[in-house]
């Protein structure tokens, strides 16, 4: 595997991919004194900034590695939903896939940072499930996208409500009749929802969560490994890759498994690696690559944005480079 040919080749796919959308917004400044008002600090603001997230952080992921994302999703007829519109502008991101509604507001997370600390952390979602209305656009949508040719579908939950049952069945089934790959990033609600994909991408505190297990995993992998298998035996997946931590990842396919441990790094911030990890995947899914050899660049790639501060995209060059040093050495 030559990494400059491997790398080229994610230049040439295109990957529709669906999921709630957000903004997510900073503001920045230093503290120097406590409120008098109440116990609390005041931060003289000098800097703020938007920057798209959910599963629009996973489009940017793929922009940055060079392929086409063509992201499917709905947003609030609001402020909010013109700041994505006019962020999507910016990174010259298609919107063809994004449809506007009146009902919903545009999900928007805004992280208070003072003298680099994050204090606090306001929401504004949505998280009620899509009308009817809303659930027949965007199955339209989705239709049009995939007939148009696409190389891989990214599920990308976060429990907004934009993943109907009704959602994810018929994306799942357009996919497959067209043997397009499928890769899920999941959340607890609709776990089990995701019959016949590809890849299914869960953390470990997710896959506890959705099988309503509790095991620790360096002294019970055979539980873990249990999980695993009562996992496909309800989804019937092909590869399950799970994303372990400190403890690195864990990929099965078929009868075939792999503990990938995790590389040293200097974490600043974990916002943001499962949307790069499973960017990362899926586009060395799209080139043909075994699963083990997915699972140790996608875990590479997940380390190297934890070394950033705040939910930022890959360095394509970076993890050029570290392909190159650790999977190809």
Known sequence: ??????????????????????????????????????????????????????????????????????LCAIVGKDSGGKKFFNLLDNRALS???????????????????????????????ETTALNADEEKALLQKLEEIIRQGVDAVII????????????????????????????????????F???????????????????????????????????????????????????????GVFVKEGDEKAYIPAHIRNIADVSGAGDTVISVATLCMTVGLSAKEVAEIANLSGGLVCEMSGVVPIDKHQLMHEVQKVVLA
């Open 193 to 247: 929802a995701y019959k016949n994909v590809t890849l299914f991408k869960p953390n470990l505190k997710e896959l506890k969560e959705g099988l309503n297990l509790e095991f620790d995993l360096v002294e019970d992998q055979d539980k873990f490994e249990e999980a695993i298998e009562k996992l496909e035996s309800i989804i019937d997946n092909k590869i399950s890759f799970v994303t372990l931590s400190e403890h």
């Open 95 to 125: 919107t063809e896939g994004i449809i506007e509604s009146t009902d919903r507001n545009t999900t928007t997370k805004t992280r208070v940072i003072g003298n680099n600390q994050h204090l606090l952390r306001i929401d504004e979602e």
């Open 156 to 191: 990308e939950d976060y429990n907004k409500g934009l993943l109907t049952p009704v959602v994810i069945e018929k994306v799942i089934e357009l996919a497959n009749s067209r043997d397009i790959i499928v890769t899920v990033d999941p959340k607890k609600d609709n776990f």
């Open 1 to 70: 595997m030559n990494v400059e040919d491997l790398f080229e080749q994610f230049t040439q796919k295109r990957v529709l991919v669906l999921g709630d959308v957000m903004v997510d917004a900073y503001l920045r400044g230093k503290v120097s004194r406590v409120s008098p008002e109440a116990p609390v600090p005041i931060i003289n603001l000098e800097k703020s900034e938007d920057r798209l997230g959910g599963a629009a952080n996973v489009a940017l992921n793929l922009l940055a590695l060079g392929a086409e994302p063509i």
